[in-house]
């Protein structure tokens, strides 16, 4: 091999190089980190029912834009916490609910890149996570034409529905899917809130493999 070749060879290798540790660089960079601390949001829990959440479960996935955390309720009821710190001024009042919405996952995944949680954990659903949340203080939620709103619920500072929910996503101030929900097997009954908690701005998702209605919110600390 001639030395213009092996400066070719050299150059294509270095580029492929940098490419990889750049991509490597910026995963680290935007990854969640994995922790154990269920007291983190156990105070969005009423006293009474604490001795029932299997703290044991209680993993977390966090970063400085957000955080999700799921919770196991009577070894039957998963919950999900999800926070995103740059909407912590949003006034949940101004996200708008798209029912009927195209939610496609195979569109979704096809400009996806960041992390995917609950795989084959159903009844949570799958989720994926994208690395950047771009949300820029919009924030929508979408249902495919399968999911159904079966009840609105709304307080002082929650709202939210009960419904049942095949696909759903969570989109920017542009309408772009950042985040996605699959149940993937049927419309599974879902009790679904935001929730605003001093400049917090939180999102609660509980499902059971039992069958349950909207009155589960009373396990809830909705102050």
């Given at each position: 091999?001639?030395?213009?070749?092996?400066?070719i060879?050299?150059?294509v290798?270095?580029?492929?190089?940098?490419?990889?540790?750049?991509?490597?660089?910026?995963?680290?960079?935007y990854?969640?980190?994995?922790t154990?601390?269920?007291?983190?949001?156990?105070?969005?829990?009423n006293?009474?029912?604490?001795?029932?959440?299997?703290t044991?479960?209680?993993?977390g996935?966090?970063?400085?834009?957000?955080?999700?955390y799921?919770?196991?309720y009577?070894?039957?009821?998963?919950?999900?916490?999800?926070?995103?710190?740059?909407?912590?001024s949003?006034?949940?009042?101004n996200?708008?609910?798209h029912?009927?919405?195209?939610?496609?996952?195979?569109?979704?995944?096809?400009?996806?890149?960041?992390?995917?949680?609950n795989?084959?954990?159903?009844?949570?659903?799958?989720t994926?996570i994208?690395?950047?949340?771009?949300?820029?203080?919009?924030?929508s939620v979408s249902?495919?034409?399968?999911?159904?709103?079966?009840?609105?619920?709304?307080?002082k500072?929650?709202?939210?529905?009960?419904?049942?929910?095949?696909?759903m996503?969570f989109?920017?101030?542009?309408?772009?899917?950042?985040?996605?929900f699959?149940?993937?097997?049927?419309?599974?009954?879902?009790?679904?809130?935001?929730?605003?908690h001093?400049?917090?701005?939180?999102?609660?998702?509980?499902?059971?493999?039992?069958?349950?209605?909207?009155?589960?919110?009373?396990i809830?600390?909705?102050?």
């Amino acid at each position: 091999m001639n030395k213009k070749r092996k400066r070719i060879l050299l150059m294509v290798v270095s580029v492929i190089v940098l490419y990889i540790v750049f991509y490597i660089g910026r995963v680290i960079v935007y990854i969640h980190s994995t922790t154990h601390n269920p007291k983190e949001y156990l105070w969005l829990y009423n006293d009474s029912i604490k001795c029932d959440l299997d703290t044991m479960f209680s993993i977390g996935e966090t970063r400085k834009t957000d955080e999700c955390y799921n919770y196991l309720y009577k070894s039957g009821y998963y919950i999900m916490i999800l926070e995103y710190k740059q909407l912590g001024s949003l006034d949940i009042q101004n996200v708008l609910f798209h029912t009927h919405a195209n939610v496609n996952l195979n569109h979704f995944i096809s400009s996806f890149w960041g992390e995917e949680y609950n795989m084959d954990l159903y009844p949570r659903p799958e989720t994926y996570i994208n690395f950047k949340l771009p949300f820029q203080n919009g924030f929508s939620v979408s249902l495919d034409t399968t999911s159904r709103i079966e009840k609105w619920i709304e307080g002082k500072n929650y709202r939210g529905f009960f419904g049942k929910i095949l696909h759903m996503s969570f989109n920017n101030a542009e309408g772009k899917p950042l985040v996605f929900f699959d149940y993937k097997y049927i419309a599974t009954p879902t009790l679904f809130l935001l929730y605003k908690h001093q400049g917090r701005f939180i999102v609660i998702i509980i499902n059971s493999k039992e069958k349950f209605d909207d009155k589960i919110i009373h396990i809830l600390n909705l102050q």
